[in-house]
T-cell receptor, first 115, second 116 residues
Framework: NAGVMQNPRHLVRRRGQEARLRCSPV?????VYWYRQLPEEGLKFMVY????????ESGMPKERFSAEFPKEGPSILRIQQVVRGDSAAYFC?????????????FGQGTRLTVV | AQKITQTQPGMFVQEKEAVTLDCTYDTSDQSYGLFWYKQPSSGEMIFLIYQGSYDEQNATEGRYSLNFQKARKSANLVISASQLGDSAMYFCAMRERQTGANNLFFGTGTRLTVIP
């Protein structure tokens, strides 16, 4: 019974490259959330997706960041033309379709380092 | 205003003693949920305990309990019988119904160190 799976665990990109972060939710979960944790800070909400729909992207930077959750396959957080300030841990969480969660399980995170 | 405030950047506790990690929150919503997570040095976020705003009893999960004082808007985490493996960052978080979905607001965390 696998939990939320994120890959890669660590990702190094040079400035200007693209970063793709993947999140496979818990089986049966159709809601996915992405959070970013800057060094020495708490997590900050970025985006909430359901299958093929972006529900809330109020926490997403306006440029270079995009997210998708296709009908088949994992959710992808894409960062174009990365800059040093994008270095952070990116966490994904998932939840079932009904109700509000009383437990929110996170993946192990992807640590992005921009050099 | 900060939605979640954790005023203790770092705490020390003797092994086998109890420790309380403070968390206050700010919301005008009547329906909300409060969460505590542990983040060890390996980096993953481990869910510990949840308290709903309408729950009359304080939540407990093993050695973890949540001291929920609604009028004071506080949701302190109590860890009993501390173990060396409890050394980690601890984050308090809140979900509000009015913001929809399940996005959580996190505090800045408290680093707990358990001393042998």
């Amino acid at each position: 019974n696998a939990g939320v799976m994120q890959n890669p665990r660590h990702l190094v990109r040079r400035r200007g490259q693209e970063a793709r972060l993947r999140c496979s939710p818990v089986k049966g979960h159709s809601h996915v959330y992405w959070y970013r944790q800057l060094p020495e800070e708490g997590l900050k909400f970025m985006v909430y997706l359901q299958k093929e729909n972006i529900i809330d992207e109020s926490g997403m930077p306006k440029e270079r960041f995009s997210a998708e959750f296709p009908k088949e396959g994992p959710s992808i957080l894409r960062i174009q033309q990365v800059v040093r300030g994008d270095s952070a841990a990116y966490f994904c969480a998932s939840s079932p379709p009904q109700g509000l969660v009383t437990e929110a399980f996170f993946g192990q995170g992807t640590r992005l380092t921009v050099v | 205003a900060q939605k979640i405030t954790q005023t203790q950047p770092g705490m020390f506790v003797q092994e086998k003693e109890a420790v309380t990690l403070d968390c206050t929150y700010d919301t005008s919503d009547q329906s909300y949920g409060l969460f505590w997570y542990k983040q060890p040095s390996s980096g993953e976020m481990i869910f510990l305990i949840y308290q709903g705003s309408y729950d009359e009893q304080n939540a407990t999960e093993g050695r973890y309990s949540l001291n929920f004082q609604k009028a004071r808007k506080s949701a302190n985490l109590v860890i009993s019988a501390s173990q060396l493996g409890d050394s980690a960052m601890y984050f308090c978080a809140m979900r509000e119904r009015q913001t929809g979905a399940n996005n959580l607001f996190f505090g800045t965390g408290t680093r707990l160190t358990v001393i042998p």
